[in-house]
């Protein structure tokens, strides 16, 4: 992403946060005597946190897994260019309703046939239906009238929606009406991981119970950055807490809540702060020593032997097509391009 994007996107983070500290939905208090948002409190007032089916991740899923662990999967994905079409790739491959959001800013949108896209997700690919044993069930022409209906229902809301100028305030509120008009479903919302710093109050809707902020790595080396560089950029009393993990929570949430700006270093700190915020990374030797050292919910893209485009590679639509044809016709003839 370019630079004053970047810089726009923090700007338009605090600006966000300070409205809503000012209109009284962030709740806030003091550490050392300075102001800091606490999420934590902020979704018990603004939202009646009970009437939300809860949402709750055992830590051993994969990005692939999780997508069915949810009922309404949700993707913003602006940087990046394998993130950006693993989110193309991840939605693709989700078996109920799902919603994808893109601003115009990205890079990568050229690329993209947004109309191929939205019909396929509406029209063409698998749809599925968990039973009350958490089964999957394929929705087929042989199914009974109430999984049709529910097909239908499915395809009908699902959605592809671009954003305007003022892209996070506009998906914040999107996030909040699927949430609200879903209570009683399980939601996951993909994003770039090294992004969650700029949208800072998608955190409290994380906190309300039925929604899980699932980041997906940049790039196949943000593993290693963190471990070789971000990590020591925290200051050194942090990075020593962070290691003793028995002690460090409550210091590290203090610390980090304790500026409205999240730099680089700490934004990899958020899915040990707050509940519901998973991280996804490539490679397994990276996540085991980021793990010895304090760091929590951090999985891999994919547990199995393969990368998330050879599950494209290998599904078929509801009609048989392999998805590579259709994902040939979404991304443009990318390869002509690039």
Known sequence: MKKWVKNTLWLGSIVVVCGMIASGTVATKYYGGRIIYDFDKAANENFSVDEYVKFEDNNSNDAINSLDSAEINVFFIQDGEEAYYNGIRLSMLSKNETHLFYSSYSEFNKNINF?????????????????????????????????????????????????????????????????????????????????????????????????????????????????????????????????????????????????????????????????NIYFYFSYHSELDSLNKLGYENFNLLSNEEKDVNDYILESVSKTNVNLVSYWNEIINDFSKTD
């Open 115 to 275: 109309d191929k896209l939205e019909k396929f997700l509406k029209h063409d690919r698998k749809i599925f239906y968990k039973n009350e044993f958490n089964e999957l069930i394929e929705v087929s022409a042989n199914s009974t009238e109430e999984l049709k209906k529910y097909e239908n229902e499915v395809r009908s809301k699902t959605s592809v929606k671009k954003l305007g100028v003022f892209y996070i305030d506009e998906l914040i509120e999107n996030v909040k009406t699927i949430m609200n008009n879903n209570k009683d479903k399980k939601i996951n919302l993909w994003i770039n991981s090294d992004n969650l710093r700029f949208y800072l109050p998608l955190i409290e809707l994380a906190q309300v119970n039925n929604l899980v902020i699932r980041g997906i790595e940049d790039n196949p080396n943000i593993g290693k950055e963190v471990l070789e560089n971000l990590h020591i950029h925290l200051n050194e009393w942090l990075k020593h807490e962070l290691e003793d993990v028995d002690k460090s929570d409550e210091q590290i949430k203090r610390y980090v809540m304790d500026s409205f700006y999240v730099n680089r270093s700490e934004n990899y700190l958020l899915p040990k702060i707050y509940k």
